[in-house]
């Protein structure tokens, strides 16, 4: 498969790395040019890096890896207003969240992932991979008491869906079905939710209980 990564940063890098060792190909952007030469040099010979353009018309999934203020600017440059990614799959595992109050920059409105998906026309926008630190996708795989790591997913495309979910177990991971587009507002904010219990040092994990007991203790 080939894979476009707009975005040079430690998300491009641990999820970047990890598909190239499963055998896609990469172009790799990012805001300096240098740094996305320098992370495609160090993924291997399956990656090149380009611009945001090159990179969001390479293959037919698109990765947008940056922070939230930026996906504006680099939605423009790849030309997703002007139907570059139309077609594609891409893939939104940015997280708008405010830094120290743990809360959502996109509070009261639509999502971000519903930002990017009426920026980028014609695109299959899924939500995935924001729940994660980058060192968790950098594990090989990430598995936990026997476990895979579960990952959700919100979209609306079957098919972009289908895709997703191939890369998400090329991880080692199990996908998870988190319903469509509208609900990657929900997911957003339980990263925010979740990094603000990390930060007071509790496991977030451990606030739920087994799906066993999810509906009563009978």
Known sequence: MRIGILGAGNMADALGTQWARAGHELTVSGRHPDRAAALAK??????????????????????LAVRDQAVPAVLEAAGAAAGALRGRVLIDCTNPVVPGRFT???????????????????????????????????????????S?????????????????????????CEPVEGG???????????????????????DAQAVIPPLKFAFGAR
Do not use: Y
């Open 42 to 63: 160090q993924i291997g010979p399956a990656a090149r890096a380009g611009s945001w353009a090159e990179a969001a018309v390479f293959g037919d999934v698109v990765l």
């Open 148 to 172: 895979p790591l579960a990952v959700p997913l919100c979209g609306d495309d079957a098919d972009a869906l289908a895709t997703a979910r191939s890369l998400v177990r090329d991880l080692g």
């Open 180 to 202: 469509g587009l509208e609900r990657a507002g929900l997911l957003e904010a339980t990263a925010a939710f979740m990094i603000g219990l990390w930060v007071c040092g509790a």
């Open 104 to 146: 959502l920059a996109t509070q009261g409105g639509s999502s971000m992932a519903e930002r990017v998906a009426e920026t980028a026309v014609g695109a299959h926008v899924v939500k995935a991979f924001n729940l994660c630190h980058e060192d968790v996708w950098r594990m090989t795989p990430p598995v936990f008491d026997g």
